[in-house]
């Protein structure tokens, strides 16, 4: 029902940027949340930012990317974006983008983008 797919991920040095974006098709007007959720290696998947589709954006961070990481929307494009800065090798994951939303309570994801941070 809803497509997602990311792109954006790359290599980038300790202390610099990356953008990624999430387009979204299909039935987009189920979606009520928006988000980016990471995975490095031998962890679990974990949620860093999360937006309100609903119109408006309540943005919502994980601790580790808090002042760093800033998630933002184009409503019309149905495309929500992480502009990631001052980049950590810690960092370093697959990061996913997700949504939520239907009649269910359905969550979507995209297919993963890597990101590696070099020290």
């Known amino acids: 029902q809803v497509r997602l797919v990311e792109s954006g991920g790359g290599l980038v040095q300790a202390g610099g940027s990356l953008r990624l974006s999430c387009a979204a098709s299909?039935?987009?007007?189920?979606?009520?949340?928006m988000g980016w959720y990471r995975q490095a290696p031998g962890k679990q998947r974990e949620l860093i930012a999360t937006?309100?589709?609903?119109?408006?954006?309540?943005?919502n961070y994980a601790d580790s990317v808090k002042g760093r990481f800033t998630i933002s929307r184009d409503g019309a494009a149905n495309t929500v974006y992480l502009q990631m800065n001052s980049l950590k090798p810690e960092d370093t994951a697959v990061y996913y983008c997700?949504?939520?939303?239907?009649?269910?309570?359905?969550?979507?994801w995209g297919q993963g983008t890597q990101v590696t941070v070099s020290s």
């Open positions: 997700n949504a939520f939303g239907g009649v269910n309570n359905q969550n979507y």
């Open positions: 937006t309100s589709s609903a119109g408006r954006t309540n943005a």
């Open positions: 299909g039935i987009v007007s189920i979606i009520k949340y």
